[in-house]
C-alpha cells in the first residue's frame, strides 16, 4: 500500500504544482498504463520505469465488484508483435493509416467502460508514423456507507484562494477514522466493497509538506463532517511529468520497446490522462482514462541540414495550400 501511495504523492507533486488550481487524476490508471509499457520495455527504458513503478501491483486493487477496468493494446494491423506480450493482452487490431478510425475507435471504447464519462480521450487523431496504443480505463461507483442527509446540503462559505465563495455543502454526524498530524487533519470516509474516500484537510495551505503517513487514520472519533459536493473533470498530458521523474528513455528515439514488437523500433510519442471525479450525498462516481501512443523509428539515414539564415530584405507568402491562392504577399525589407 506504501509504495502505490508514494507513487500517487510522487507524481500529484509534479504534475499539480499550483495549490490554487483544481486537479484530478487516477493514479492507479497512470500505473496500469505505465506498467503495461513497462512490460514491453528492456535495457534503460525498462529501469526507468522500473524506479517508478517500484512496488506496484494492478492486481491488488481489482476486487471491487463496482470497478470496472479495461487494459487494451491497439496495434496496426501491420505492426509484429512480440507473442510473448500479445498473448497475455486485450489486443485490437486496426489501420493506423486511417488516424481519424483509430481515434473514434480508442474514444468509443473509452467511453463505453467509462459509462460515458470520458467520451473523448483522445482530442485528435495520433501521429502519421504512430504503430500502437497502450490504453487504460476505469470506472468506480460506490455508496456511502454513512450516507449524508439531503436536507442537511445548503449553500456555505468555502474559502478559495481567490477570496470565499458559497458552495453546496453536505452534512453528517457520525464516527469516523480520524487523525491529526504534521499540520494535517486526516478524515476516512467509507464506501461500498471496501472502498473508502480519505480527506486530507491542511491546517495551513495545500504547500505545507505532505508524507505517506498522512493518510492513515485508526481511531474512531464521532465528527460533524462538512464536505462540499464535488465535480471535477481534468486533462493531462504527462511527458513532461515523467520526464522530471526520470522516466526520460521511452520518450527518446534510442527507446527499447522490443518486448512489444521485435521488428519495429519504437518510442513513446507522449502519455494523455483524463479523470472525473463526483461525490455527493449518497456516494461517489469516478473515471479515468490513460493512453500511451507509441511511434515509429525513421530509418533513414540523417543528412547534413542546408543551412539558410534569413538575414536580409525577403519576400513572404501566405497561400492555400491546395490552390495556391495567396492570402497575404508581404516585403520584409526591415523587420
Known amino acids: 500500500m506504501t509504495d502505490q501511495a508514494q507513487f500517487a504523492l510522487t507524481v500529484h507533486r509534479v504534475a499539480v504544482p499550483d495549490p490554487s488550481s483544481n486537479a484530478c487524476w487516477s493514479p492507479f490508471s497512470v500505473a496500469s498504463a505505465l506498467a503495461l509499457a513497462q512490460e514491453a520495455a528492456r535495457g534503460e527504458t525498462r529501469a526507468e520505469l522500473d524506479r517508478l513503478l517500484a512496488g506496484f501491483d494492478p492486481s491488488d486493487a481489482l476486487d471491487v465488484p463496482e470497478l470496472a477496468v479495461a487494459n487494451t493494446l491497439w496495434a496496426d494491423d501491420d505492426l509484429t508483435l512480440n507473442p510473448d506480450f500479445s498473448l497475455t493482452k486485450s489486443v485490437r487490431r486496426t489501420a493506423f493509416s486511417d488516424s481519424t478510425t483509430v481515434r473514434k475507435l480508442v474514444n468509443t471504447d473509452v467511453a463505453e467502460t467509462t459509462r460515458g464519462l470520458i467520451p473523448e480521450l483522445l482530442t485528435s487523431p495520433p501521429p502519421p508514423d504512430a504503430a500502437a496504443i497502450i490504453v487504460n480505463a476505469l470506472y468506480l461507483k460506490v455508496g456511502w456507507l454513512n450516507p449524508f442527509s439531503s436536507w442537511e446540503t445548503a449553500r456555505k462559505p468555502f474559502h478559495a484562494p481567490g477570496g470565499d465563495v458559497d458552495v453546496p455543502t453536505m452534512k453528517v454526524t457520525e464516527k469516523f477514522r480520524y487523525a491529526r498530524h504534521d499540520g494535517w487533519q486526516t478524515v476516512v470516509m467509507p464506501a461500498a466493497s471496501g472502498v473508502e474516500a480519505?480527506?486530507?484537510?491542511?491546517?495551513?495551505?495545500?504547500?505545507?509538506?505532505?508524507?505517506?503517513?498522512?493518510?492513515?487514520?485508526?481511531?474512531?472519533?464521532?465528527?460533524e463532517l462538512s464536505l462540499p459536493k464535488v465535480d471535477i473533470r481534468e486533462k493531462f498530458q504527462l511527458k513532461g511529468v515523467l520526464e522530471q521523474l526520470g522516466v526520460q528513455r521511452m520518450f527518446a528515439r534510442d527507446a527499447d520497446f522490443s518486448g512489444l514488437s521485435p521488428d519495429e523500433r519504437l518510442f513513446v510519442d507522449d502519455v494523455l490522462h483524463e479523470a472525473v471525479l463526483r461525490l455527493d450525498e449518497e456516494g461517489l462516481e469516478g473515471a479515468a482514462a490513460t493512453a500511451v501512443t507509441f511511434r515509429t523509428v525513421s530509418l533513414e539515414i540523417p543528412t547534413e541540414p542546408i543551412v539558410v539564415n534569413v538575414d536580409r530584405p525577403f519576400l513572404l507568402a501566405v497561400r492555400h495550400a491546395r490552390s495556391k491562392a495567396v492570402y497575404f504577399l508581404a516585403q520584409i525589407a526591415r523587420p
Open 198 to 223: 480519505v480527506i486530507l484537510l491542511p491546517d495551513t495551505s495545500l504547500e505545507q509538506p505532505l508524507e505517506v503517513s498522512v493518510l492513515e487514520a485508526s481511531d474512531r472519533t464521532n465528527l
